[in-house]
């Protein structure tokens, strides 16, 4: 069974940092692509950032590009959110997903291209 375990979240001010954490078990993590989506209340699951199996390519949302980054680490089986200059418009639950397919060739946005997903972290951002 796949188990997504999300981190680090919290209250923070605008301007502030966070450091999101997801620790993957259960599959092998090193060959799926790996996501991180939100979701404020009462709006739709966004895409925030995406990055490929082998880490050699990232994709993020206009809204977070230049602010946040998406890293990995495979020996730890590992993803990450370095969230920088965040302000309240941040404010929602993170949840991290694993790609469905392994080896994908490209960096994909949607989430039911996701088949296993976190349970969440909350993050709020305040002014």
């Known amino acids: 069974q796949v188990q997504l375990v999300e981190s680090g979240g919290g209250l923070v001010q605008a301007g502030g940092s966070l450091r999101l954490s997801c620790a993957a078990s259960?599959?092998?993590?090193?060959?799926?692509?790996m996501g991180w989506f939100r979701q404020a209340p009462g709006k739709e699951r966004e895409f925030v950032a995406a990055?490929?199996?082998?880490?050699?390519?990232?994709l993020y949302a206009d809204s977070v590009k230049g602010r946040f980054t998406i890293s990995r680490d495979n020996a730890k089986n590992t993803v990450y959110l370095q969230m920088n200059s965040l302000k309240p418009e941040d404010t929602a639950v993170y949840y991290c997903?694993?790609?469905?397919?392994?080896?994908?060739?490209?960096?994909?946005?949607?989430?039911?291209?996701?088949?296993?997903w976190g349970q969440g972290t909350q993050v709020t951002v305040s002014s």
């Open positions: 997903a694993a790609d469905s397919t392994p080896y994908r060739s490209r960096v994909v946005t949607n989430p039911i291209d996701y088949d296993y």
């Open positions: 259960g599959r092998t993590f090193g060959i799926y692509a």
């Open positions: 990055i490929k199996w082998s880490g050699g390519s990232t």
